[in-house]
């Protein structure tokens, strides 16, 4: 089983709204990842967890918070969010230093 | 500057036929690699993937070549099928932290013919 969930599969928000992705696995990964993708443009890392402790943060800006309540959940928190954050939101998970299993996604839509 | 390189942002392929991807990289310290598959709006399927230590890995109608003093891998789908339509990512990443960073290519978007 190498199945990542995500929700919700669509989120459309206002600039002032705050809101919350979900993702979660329960292959026992230890790594956990959010990406962000724009059309027709790869993947690009947000956050890496690693044994539930943020170990890498690529510079993303403060209205995009992360947490990891336990091993099997991820969160990222949206506030103040701007219409250009308008993307597909993607969650993977791995054991450590191995291949990166992806979740659908959440379309989010920033007004 | 883009770390791993996709030069062909399309292709287009006849069913039965061999479809080619190929993959650049300019960091000497990647040593694994790998291939996804994408549909619109859905999360990245992983395909295969290959250490530094290999050279080809197959499994089924895949196969990834790796040319390290290159720095180019190619996948290669043999035959075809109009399902294998989708966009394809390589990636990359460097052992040595604690966790897996992985580098993404701009995608090549394959088209099968029936």
């Known amino acids: 089983d190498t199945e990542v969930t995500q929700t919700p599969k669509h989120l459309v928000m206002g600039m002032t709204n705050k809101k919350s992705l979900k993702c979660e696995q329960h292959?026992?990964?230890?790594?956990m990842y959010w990406y962000k993708q724009k059309a027709k443009k790869p993947p690009e890392l947000m956050f890496v967890?690693?044994?539930?402790?943020?170990?890498i943060n690529e510079s993303v800006p403060s209205r995009f918070s992360p947490e990891c309540p336990n091993s099997s959940l991820l969160n990222l928190h949206l506030h103040a969010l701007q219409p250009e954050d308008s993307a597909l939101y993607l969650c993977?998970?791995?054991?450590?230093?191995?291949?990166?299993?992806f979740g659908p996604g959440t379309r989010l839509t920033v007004l | 500057d883009q770390q791993v390189k996709q030069n062909s942002p399309s292709l287009s392929v006849q069913e039965g036929r061999i479809s080619i991807l190929n993959c650049d990289y300019t960091n000497s310290m990647f040593d694994y690699f790998l291939w996804y598959k994408k549909y619109p709006a859905e999360g990245p399927t992983f395909l295969i993937s290959i250490s530094s230590i290999k050279d080809k890995n197959e499994d089924g109608r895949f196969t990834v070549f790796l040319n390290k003093s290159a720095k180019h891998l190619s996948l290669h789908i043999v035959p075809s099928q109009p399902g294998d339509s989708a966009v394809y990512f390589c990636?990359?990443?460097?052992?040595?932290?604690?966790?897996?960073?992985?580098?993404f290519g701009t995608g090549t978007l394959l088209a099968v013919q029936p």
């Open positions: 993977a998970s791995s054991q450590l230093l191995d291949t990166q299993y």
């Open positions: 990636a990359a990443s460097a052992y040595g932290g604690a966790t897996n960073k992985l580098i």
């Open positions: 292959m026992g990964h230890r790594a």
């Open positions: 967890y690693s044994y539930e402790k943020l170990s």
